[in-house]
Nanobody, 127 residues
């Protein structure tokens, strides 16, 4: 059973940066599509970025500011978030699934059917 633990969130000023981590345990991340999602208060959970064996995907809303990467040795997926804006404030979650593609994950299809979700990490962008 795969398990995910996010870390790296915090309070940052507008224009600042954070690196979020999604530590994968139980199985190698090579077997999974790993997606980063975020949920702001009163809003639906939305896909932000994704990585799989076939490549990476970044939503237009964060393209040029967020970068996703995977470290097989650490079995961890990272989300480097730069030039942060107040509207980036949300709880950030990672999710893993063996069968969904990045495109499907980021569309929100089957959101709560994925193999695993982490508990989330809070990102607050404020001066």
């Amino acid at each position: 059973q795969v398990q995910l633990v996010e870390s790296g969130g915090g309070l940052v000023q507008p224009g600042g940066s954070l690196r979020l981590s999604c530590a994968v345990s139980g199985q190698s991340l090579d077997y999974y599509t790993i997606g980063w999602f975020r949920q702001a208060p009163g809003k639906e959970r939305e896909g932000v970025s994704c990585i799989s064996n076939t490549g990476t995907y970044v939503k237009d809303s964060v393209k040029g500011r967020f970068t996703i990467s995977g470290d097989n040795a650490e079995n961890t997926v990272y989300l480097q978030a730069e030039s942060l804006k107040p509207e980036d404030t949300a709880v950030y979650f990672c999710a893993a699934d063996k069968y969904y593609s990045c495109a499907t994950m980021m569309s929100g299809t089957g959101l709560y059917e994925y193999d695993a979700w982490g508990q989330g990490t809070q990102v607050t962008v404020s001066s």
